[in-house]
Each structure stands twice: as C-alpha cells, then as structure tokens.
C-alpha cells in the first residue's frame, strides 16, 4: 500500500502537466513548442560552433602539414637534381678536350652554351690553379667567393656534393661535381649555385595559399613583403638548432591583426643541416565558423519568434481556414491550371483578397495566350534570321578558304615555272657564258663575260630566293618546321637577329592546306619583326601536344599598341589576315604587346580539323 501512494506521489506532476496541456489551445501548444525549440538551439549553438571550429582547425592543419612535408621535398628533390646536372657536365667529353689541351676559347664558349639551358643558374668551373670561368658575363658570384667555398674544396677532393650556403646576406642552393682528367687526377670542379630569393619562394608559395619563410637563423627569406612574426622566427630558430627530421607542432600566430597557422620543418638539404623552413596560412576560418554557426542558431531563432507572433496573430482574426482554401488555389494556378476559377470565401478582407486573385486568372490566361502566340512568332524569326546568318558565313568562310587555296595554289605554279623555266635558263646562261670565257683571248671581252656571268648568278639567286618565299620546298618535301627554320635564319638570322627554334612533342601529319595556312601565319610574323621590331632576339616554340599544335613567336622589341594596330581603318591587314587564317583552320591566336614590352603570339590549331585531310582545298 505504501509502495502504491509513493508511485501516486511521482506520477501526480506528470499528471497535472498532461491535464495541463489538454486544456491549452491550438495557439498556446503552438507557442510552447516553437519556444521549446528555440531554447534547444541556443543550448545546442555553442557546443556546436565549438565543435565546427575544431573541424575546421583539424583539416587547416593537415593541409598545412601535407604540404609543408612537400615542399620539404621538393628542397631535397631539387637538391639532387642540381646535383646530377653538375655530374653530366663534368662528364661532358668536349670539356675534356678543352680542359687536357687548355683551350681557353673553347671552354668559354662552351660555358656559355651551357647557360643558355640554365637561364636561372648561375655555372662556374674552378680550375686546380684556381682560375674560375662562368658562364655568364655578370655572375650571380664573384668568382673568388666560389673559389673559396668549403663545398668547392670539398668537391675538389672527389666528392659530388649539394646544399644550401648564406653568403652575401643571400641564401643560394648549390651543387658540386669534380672533373676527372685522362690519367684519373681531378684537374676542375663544376659549381651549380641558385639563389631562393623572395621572388623563388612567391612561386612556390602560390599554389600553398600561404607564405614560406626560409632562413639559417640569420639571414631570412620570404616569399611576401612585410615582417615576419616573432613567433614564426622563434619557431625557425628552434627547428634550425635542433638539426631533426621531425616536423613540429602548428601553432597559431597572431599578428597584423588576423590569426595564422604556421608548420616549421627542418630541411635536410644542406650538408650542414642548419637551415629550416616555415609555411604560414590565414586561419582566420577557424573563428568564422565559430560565429556562423552562432550566427546561423541566432537567425533561426529569429524566424522562430516572427513565426510565433504571425501564428498568435492569424489565430486570433481566425483566417486560417480561407487562407488554407486560397492556398490550393494559388498553388495550382503555380503549376499552370489557369482553367479553374476560384470561388471567394472568408471575412472581407480575405474575399476581398480572393477577388484579385481571380482578376490576376483571368488577366494572366490572357497574357500568357498571348505571350505563347508572340513566342511562337518570334522563334520562327529567330531561327529563320540564325540560319540566313549561318549561310553568309559559311560562305564567307568558304569563299575565304577558296580564295586562300588559289593564292597557294597560284604560288606554287609561280615558283614551279620560275624554278623549272627562269632558273633553268639562267643556269645555261651562267654554263654557256663560262663556256664562251674559256675560248676567248681579249681581257676586255673576259672581263666583260665574267662580270655577264657574276650579274646571272646574282639574278638566278634572287630568283632562287622568291621561289623560296612563294613556295618553298622544304615546307612540301621535310615539312612544317624545317621550312620554319629555313625561313627563319634566312630572314632573321642573315640580318644579325639571333633566332631559336626549339620543337617539342611528336610532330603529327596535317593537311597541305592546314601545313601552308599556319606556315604564312608564321612567314607573315617573321616579316613583321625583321620590318617593324628592331628585336634583338627572337624565340620560335612549335610544341606538338596531344590535342592541338601550338606555336609561341616572342621577340624582345619595341612592341606596338594593339588596338591601334588592329583597328580596320589603320590600313594594317597582317595580323587580320594571320587571325583570319587560323580561324578557318578552327584555332586561336592570341597577341599580348604593348609599346616597349616585345611581343609574344601564340597559334593554337587544333589537329582533329586538319590533320589527315585536305577538304577539297589544296
């Protein structure tokens, strides 16, 4: 019995909160439930934004990790690689000869040869007389400050060595490799030295969405502008003392008025082991999740008060049930069933409101009749208008490539006849006016015919040379980049313009007609840099990628305004014509110059519209 009344006595306010809640109205169960939930949110919102904030602090430092272990890396791969460079030019034969026989001029000239493949590197042979050649008329290094080097030394006593060295305030990553005479005695080092300046880390640091600071402990290197965090630094200095692996803990870093995650790691690099490297990211995320989800739980809150009044409000003029009616109606108009009139019910207000509705039916079914109608008309004039456009462009285009088709076509008679005819000739005048020489005595008439038959060659060789230029064989017999490459030296080159053309990739088979459009594309820049730029070097890139052909031209001239230039009423049709080229064979090109800066044109052709296929046009 007692046991029954203690259960009676626990059960009682349960059973007054259920009579309770019995007798609330709709509204009132409403409202307690909506401030229920509101005060869940604000319970649950900090443990939350907390939780949020440590997330995303997680996955900031594992970023930060994963790639602070790569650039670590990327240092000791970059190591190695100087390093094998360093091995291959001592091992390079011709520097054998020139060094056994003390050819001065040649181990210059092939100093500099080889910097032409190192623009960024700095190259240096140190002889055992330690006379030192470079490779570059203003070194990055005086020539007896490499002499002197520990890691030179070293390397002079046969080993093959890379590391970092602060000399001159700077840090430089170098690489040494002995050079071994004929009879096995080492008689030179070769030194590889980089400098990792602030613009070398900037590169390194782009693809981080960070900052990279590099230093010894004294001298430090970074890849933006601005100080460097006390933090940071002290962090450095430790991880520089300690000479591990082992990368250390993030830490957070506050300064400039933002929060960062900073990750330090010694760097194995350098023989000494005394230089260590810090990459720092914005973390200022890691608060704002915190207060979005504040934020958020606030809003939420918020709409959940505006809510409660709106619901005490509509229950008291008691408009739900019309509401309700002329929301079914309104939702199906939404969906399209304009058919259906609505029938108004409610309170004046409501009926009233029902009333426009139905006006807004009628006047919307008429509208959108009469919008289908109008639509229906004018997507027939569209695409009439679209397809008469499509035709008078594809005749423009075919009439261009038609027109484009004969000029080649009209070169390459010209060129035939003038090779088969005119040259012919003019080589059995040269024959015949030698011939005639020999059988004559008179020096008068010697002279003469000598200098008959010096006039007939110098005109068979122009002849030679507007053959070439209206057709030249090397473009129909080898192919594209050979007939560039004639081209080049024979319009640059000859007139004292240094020329590069350097090929990469697989070259692939195109159409004669794709082969000669790009082959004037390029014959039309050349014209234009040995009239116009007053270039002192000219680099021609043909790269054969998987997809498309592409061709850089760069010179280092006066460049030009290109809006000027390009503007119709100029009277300037070159790149027009070049563009016009290329956009029948479905590429792109695209000139970026201005006055003083050079010029850089880049072709992009694509190989599945001409590759294997001549279209009717050659």
Known sequence: MGTYRIINLLLAPARMSITLWRRLSTPAKQLIILLLLVLVVALFSVPLGIMSMRRVQTCLDQELYHQTLALRGWFIDKGYNLKDEAKLLSEFDAFGDALATHDDVQIRRLMTLYQSAHEADGVYLILRNRVVYSSSVSPPLPGEAVAGLDMVRSGGGGQSLTGMVTLDEKIWMMSVAPHIDSVGGIDGVFLIVQEIDSAFLDKLARGMNGSIVLTDGEVFVKSYSGPISEAVSNALRRAKDSQTEAVLQPITVHYDSGRYRALVVPLETSNSGVYAIAVTKNADIVDEALWLTLRWSMAFGLVALVLIVLLVQFHVVEIFRPLRSLVVSTKRIAAGDLDEPLAPTGVAEVYELALNFETMRSRLKALLERERSLSESLEMQVQETSQALDDVCRARENLLAQLISSQEEERRRVSRELHDETSQALANLIVRLGTLSRT??????????????????????????????????????????????????????????????????????????AQASVYRAIQEAINNIAQHAQASEVMIRIAWQEEQLWIEIQDDGRGFDLDQVCHVASGRYGLLGMKERIILLGGVMDVQTSPGEGVLLVLQIPYSLNTMRNDGRD
């Open 440 to 513: 004559v005595d008179d020096e008068n008439v010697l002279s003469q015919l000598q200098m008959l038959r010096s006039h007939a060659a110098e005109t068979l060789e122009g002849v030679n040379r507007i053959v070439m230029d209206l057709r030249p064989g090397l473009l129909d017999e080898y192919g594209l980049v050979p007939a560039v490459q004639w081209y080049a030296d024979a319009r640059l080159t000859s007139q004292g313009i240094p020329t590069q053309v350097k090929v990469s990739g697989t070259p692939r088979e195109l159409s004669s007609y």
